[in-house]
Nanobody
Framework: QVQLVESGGGLVQAGGSLRLSCAAS????????MGWFRQAPGKEREFVAA????????YYADSVKGRFTISRDNAKNTVYLQMNSLKPEDTAVYSC?????????????????????WGQGTQVTVSS
């Protein structure tokens, strides 16, 4: 089994920054991509960012482009989400997800269906 553990959430004022981390552990994962999704109260879960594990291509939701940066450390099996210029509308539970080649290849990296494993999530609250 694969476990994903997020960290780095918290409370920040508008305009501030946070860095989320997601560490994968457990059995060896043939990773195709890792991504971040978020869910605000009363809303559907939505795509935030993703990174292809081998080629490092990155993908972002329009709402976070230019403010958020996704990166990964292969040796640590960890993906990061640097969030700058945070806005109150960024408030949500942020979850990371991992995609294997079997599931992810050929699927859109912004789709939840492309991912096999999910973390529990970490709360990000941005005050105005």
């Amino acid at each position: 089994q694969v476990q994903l553990v997020e960290s780095g959430g918290g409370l920040v004022q508008a305009g501030g920054s946070l860095r989320l981390s997601c560490a994968a552990s457990g059995r060896t994962l043939s990773t195709y991509a890792m991504g971040w999704f978020r869910q605000a109260p009363g809303k559907e879960r939505e795509f935030v960012a993703a990174i292809r594990w081998i080629v490092s291509n990155t993908y972002y939701a329009d709402s976070v482009k230019g403010r958020f940066t996704i990166s990964r450390d292969n040796a640590k099996n960890t993906v990061y989400l640097q969030m700058n210029s945070l806005k109150p509308e960024d408030t949500a539970v942020y979850s990371c997800a991992a995609s294997t080649w079997t599931t992810g290849y050929g699927r859109t990296t912004s789709s939840m269906e492309a991912y096999d494993y999910w973390g529990q999530g970490t709360q990000v609250t941005v005050s105005s």
